[in-house]
């Protein structure tokens, strides 16, 4: 049985295989590309316009505040738990003393 060769490997069936790829493409394929990718970009908004668009979106709005909003809860709460952890910690630390102070041993 015979195995199909590797066009990578055998140059003429590379050269053979590009031809006929080239025979079924238009003879103004690569202008036709290239003017199609022009215009593409010549019609293309610029990024600030995008960027603009974007964020006056109102979807995107209501996101960006609801995550503000939640990153600020999130800011106060921790605060407000730290500051309780330590009055809660000073108040143990102060009974502490005074168990110790009536401790015989």
């Not at 605060?79 to 143990?92: F, G, I, M, P, R």
């Amino acid at each position: 049985m015979k195995t199909p060769t590797d066009p990578t490997r055998d140059p003429r069936l590379w050269a053979q295989r590009q031809a006929y790829a080239a025979s079924l493409l238009p003879g103004n394929f690569a202008d036709n590309v290239l003017r199609a990718a022009r215009l593409a970009n010549k019609d293309a908004e610029p990024t600030h316009t995008r960027v603009w668009r974007f964020f006056h979106n109102p979807f995107t709005l209501s996101a960006l505040t609801a995550c503000a909003c939640f990153a600020a809860v999130v800011f106060f709460h921790t605060q407000s738990v730290n500051q309780t952890n330590e009055k809660n910690l000073a108040d143990w630390r102060d009974l502490a003393e005074q168990v110790a102070s009536f401790d015989p041993f």
